[in-house]
């Protein structure tokens, strides 16, 4: 029998130990910097019902989604060939399917914990998603987001709470970046005063695309979607608008003639008035009128983030969301979120070397073992140093003292410690610096104040 060869799908990684110690200190700041703000941490499974996820994330969105093959034998009890085209036939195959975000399972959470919860309710979620995608530099199949929400308030103060997150983090990550920052009424209103109110949502999908595939190609996918060529054409001096922020809201106050996209504006301006008041320590705050994320479900302010310094895609995003919770029939749960996207944030400090080299500390000493009562004496060192916080290893094996510095050298451990007869006739402890290879013979109150060093 031939031996197949170990490999993981596409799209997916495994993680060593010096990578989940880099990965760990980005899980650990973002969690530090919402804990700040009095958000509360929940999970949710890794796969929910297909009737919960399908028809959230647009048409688009949906032929990215894991589905998960019914286990039992289903074809069988069909009662026939099936025919793959038909919903029958899809809920005969697949019930449930893989998360495609945070969002839309925490919308069901609220729903359906409703009663357990107070609101506001402010909660982040630090998870891995799953999307059918094209597997590519930055952009994976399956990866982690940390995602931070309030929900049950519609005040523009929880916007700028999460814009102060963002900036916090960033600050903490040492990432330079810019937000963007846009709203989904503006977006309404833009699609009416160009006379194509019924492709909203054509249009957000399209220039959503417009870093990606240029303008030219957003034209085109546009008129594909069934947009005149003169909705088109009313469109380009909007999509290529510059200017100061309030050079750019002062013009659509004069474009925009409708109700919705009046209000949108009104949003925006509120929200740069107190970002320009509170000030921010690292971010930079920009409108960016064709910014549209994809995602049906945004109503209000929707925002994206992009590193400055590395050519990548967006690091974090979100937006509000008015009645996420209504298809789950509960009405009027107003709600907004950001997206960290943890992964996309990992490559940006690595390419930037921006991990502290504190980050991959791990063992402080090791023991080495000389077996007999030798190793029993270093066993009660070992546990004296880890009571004091210390982390601490002994070589479980009473090998050759060569494989045993070996070890140290490989794992990068800076001090090791040899306990013999003389030590224990001593009560003290042989310390050997694995960087400048001194060493001296100390009491374990002089061991532990030397490795603290």
Not at 34 to 46: H, L
Not at 73 to 90: I, T
Not at 106 to 125: D, G, N, S, Y
Not at 378 to 388: F, G, P
Request: charged share 25%.
């Amino acid at each position: 029998m031939a031996v197949t060869k170990p490999s993981i799908p596409k799209g997916t990684r495994d993680f060593s130990a010096v990578e989940m110690a880099r990965r760990n200190y980005i899980f650990d700041t973002i969690k530090g910097v919402f804990a700040k703000y009095g958000f509360s941490q929940i999970e949710t499974p890794a796969m929910e019902n297909l009737s919960t996820l399908l028809g959230k994330y647009g048409d688009e969105g949906d032929k990215l989604l894991f589905k998960i093959l019914n286990s039992g034998d289903f074809l069988s009890s069909a009662g026939g060939p099936l025919n793959p085209n038909s919903d029958k036939a899809a809920l005969q195959i697949s019930e449930k399917g893989l998360r495609y975000d945070l969002t839309v399972p925490f919308a069901r959470f609220v729903v359906q914990h409703q009663t357990e919860l107070t609101f506001p309710f402010k909660r982040f979620q630090i998870q891995p998603v799953w999307r059918a995608d094209r597997p590519q530099k930055g952009r994976y199949r399956e990866f982690y987001q940390c995602d931070v929400d309030i929900i049950g308030s519609d005040s523009l103060l929880n916007e700028v709470e999460l814009i102060q997150i963002v900036d916090d983090v960033y600050e903490a990550l040492n990432i330079n970046v810019a937000l963007k920052i846009n709203n989904r009424k503006v977006l309404a209103g833009i699609a009416e005063a160009i006379g194509a109110a019924e492709h909203m949502v054509d249009i957000t999908v399209a220039i959503d695309k417009l870093d990606k595939i240029g303008l030219e190609n957003v034209n085109a996918e546009l008129k594909e979607k069934g947009l005149s060529d003169e909705s088109v054409e009313k469109l380009q001096p909007i999509l290529k608008m510059q200017g100061s922020q309030e050079e750019k809201l002062a013009t659509m106050r004069s474009v925009l003639t409708s109700e919705v996209g009046q209000k949108g504006l009104d949003e925006l301006e509120t929200i740069f008035n107190y970002v320009k008041a509170l000030g921010l320590k690292k971010i930079k705050v920009e409108l960016d009128l064709t910014l549209a994320r994809g995602l049906n479900y945004y109503t209000g302010a929707i925002f994206e983030v992009k590193a400055l310094d590395v050519e990548i895609g967006s690091i974090t995003g979100g937006g509000r969301y008015d009645d996420l919770t209504g298809i789950f029939g509960l009405k009027g749960m107003s709600g907004v979120g950001i997206s960290f996207g943890a992964d996309r944030i990992y490559d940006v400090m690595t390419q930037l070397n921006l991990f502290p080299e504190s980050v991959l500390e791990q063992t402080r000493i090791l023991f080495a073992n000389f077996g007999g009562e030798d190793e029993m004496y270093s066993l009660k060192q070992v546990r004296a140093l880890r009571a004091k916080g210390f982390k601490v290893e002994i070589f479980p094996d009473a090998t050759k003292m060569k494989k045993q510095m070996q070890y140290a050298d490989k794992k990068q451990i800076p001090f090791v410690a040899l306990c013999g007869e003389t030590e224990r006739n001593e009560n003290k402890i042989t310390l050997k610096n694995m960087v400048t290879g001194e060493q001296a013979s100390l009491t374990l109150e002089e061991v532990a104040a030397q490795i603290a060093r």
